[in-house]
C-alpha cells in the first residue's frame, strides 16, 4: 500500500539498535533498516528518503565512509545525514558535520529529541542570500558574518558552529554578492577559494569596491592551503587563511581577533 508518510533509512551494525529506533519512530515514519553500507545503497536504488540515519562505528565501511560516498554521488547527496552514534566527543562531531552531515544526535538520547532533530532537517531550507539564515534572524547586537560557499553543507556547518555569537548569514551562489551587499553590512566575511563560475579571490575586489567594506576582514576557508593561494589571496587583500577541515578552535579564535580589530 502506499504511503504519504516520511521515509527514513537508519544504518547500524547493531541489530538492537537498529530495532530499537525504528520502534521509537514506526508510529511517524516509515523506517527502513540497513546493517552495512551495502545494503545502505541496495535500499536507495527502490526509495527516496527524506533522512538517513547513520552510525560512525561500523566494520568494513564506518559513516564517514558512507557519508563521503553519499555526498559524491549525485544521485545522494542532497540527502539530509543525521549521525547517530555513541561518539560524542567535540571532535567527532564536528568531523561528521565538515563531511556534509545535517545534524548530530549523541546516544543514549530520548525519542523527541531524535524526533525533533528529524523534523528540524527535513524542514530546513537549502542555505540562499541574505534572508535564509539557516536561524531565526539578525540580533542587532551580535556582528553579521557572510559565508559563501557552493557547498550548502559547508554553510550549514558554520552555522551550527558560529550562530550563538554571530548573524550567519550564507550565500552558494557567488556571483549574487553585489547584490546581497546592497542588503546587508557584513563585519567579516568567510570565503571559499574553489567555485564555479566565480572564484573566491575574485570576489575580494567585489568586496572591496564597496567603500564601507574597504577593510572588512576576509577569511578563506579552503583545501587549498598552498604557500602560493595563501600569498595570492594576502596580495589581494584578504586577512587570512584556513584549511578545511575546519578546526572549530582556530575559526572562532581567527573570527573573533580580527572581527574585535574591525569594531
Known sequence: METNRRKIIYVDDVSYSLISVKDRLKDRYDVYLAQSADKLFEILQHINPSVILLDVNMPKTNGYETILKLKSDGRYAAIPVIFLTALNDR???FKGLNLGAASYVSKPFTTPVLIDQIEKVIHQKSPNPFTDLLGDGGDAQKPNILAVDDVSAMLRTLHLILNDKYNVYT???PNELRD???KIKPDLFLLDYKMPDVNGFDLIPIIRDFPEHAKTPIIFITAD??????SEAAALGASDFIVKPINREVLCEKIARYIRKER
Open 91 to 93: 571532535e567527532s562531531v
Open 225 to 230: 592551503g598552498t604557500m602560493e593561494k595563501m
Open 180 to 182: 546581497v551587499l546592497k
Open 171 to 173: 550565500l552558494t551562489k
